[in-house]
């Protein structure tokens, strides 16, 4: 009994550790830029493995110097309901099951949140342990971080091209310009390689990149702008939104 006490009590202290931990981590970044990602590492260190020269290119830029098409075309490639849910797109979820199970290509349905959340807090992969670490922190960014931040550490973080990590790297190397001078073409580009940047290039596009580029600049035009810090978030009622304007 005296035993099973201790192990209890190691338990207790161990789930304490980590909540308080995972929610004083997320408070943090909630205003501190994130510099570096598990995900950078692990990609250093399979670098090193295979005999490759080690290659983290990443710097942090407010969302205020980066171009205001970047936002429009991630969610118009990968979230377009970004800013009507809570970290979850059940719809989406529902839409992916349905097509998954008559279709051998599988698709996903990770919001820019999930992304986030795996980006900065996680390592890659499919297991079920780590979609509940990912869900549990897509929870806390949602209640903690405001659309624009979690949008601003999504642009800054995600993977965008080999050793290339975020907004402004991938403008750098890519297009020899800066985040803020991107166009929209450039981001509508950047954007579709997103589902697989380590495949797919900003910097020499086949055709295949090129008619992603040429749809997503399509649908660019039905997601309304992005709203600063304070502004209505909700596309129904801000000016220029997606379903006031729908033929703009």
């Not at 929610?23 to 830029?33: A, N």
């Not at 801000?238 to 729908?246: K, L, Q, T, V």
Request: with cysteine.
């Amino acid at each position: 009994m005296k035993k099973l006490g201790i192990i209890t009590k190691i338990i207790r202290w161990v789930v304490v550790a980590f909540f308080g931990s995972t929610i004083l981590v997320v408070v943090l970044y909630r205003f501190l830029p994130v510099y570096y990602t598990p995900l950078m590492f692990i990609r250093c260190f399979q670098q090193a493995a295979e005999g490759e020269t080690m290659k983290m290119h990443h710097h942090w830029v407010s969302i205020d110097k980066i171009s205001p098409h970047m936002p429009v075309a991630v969610m118009a490639s990968e979230d377009q309901r970004f800013l009507l849910h809570h970290g979850f797109d059940y719809k989406a979820i529902e839409q992916a099951a349905i097509h998954n199970l008559s279709n051998k290509k599988k698709h996903g349905a990770s919001t820019i949140s999930q992304q986030t959340a795996k980006n900065v807090f996680l390592w890659p992969g499919r297991s079920w342990v780590r979609k509940g670490f990912e869900a549990y922190f897509t929870v806390l960014i949602e209640f903690m971080w405001s659309k624009q931040r979690i949008m601003e550490v999504y642009l800054n973080s995600i993977e965008m091209g080999d050793g290339i990590y975020g907004v402004d790297a991938v403008a750098t190397d890519n297009f020899q310009t800066t985040a803020a001078d991107l166009s929209r073409a450039d981001c509508a580009l950047i954007a579709a390689t997103l589902p697989n940047p380590r495949k797919f290039s900003s910097k020499d596009p086949g055709p295949y990149m090129r008619k992603r580029r040429s749809q997503i600049e399509q649908q660019m035009k039905f997601i309304p702008s992005f709203p600063k810090e304070g502004e209505d978030i909700n596309p129904e009622t801000s000016s220029g939104g997606i379903y006031r304007n729908r033929k703009r």
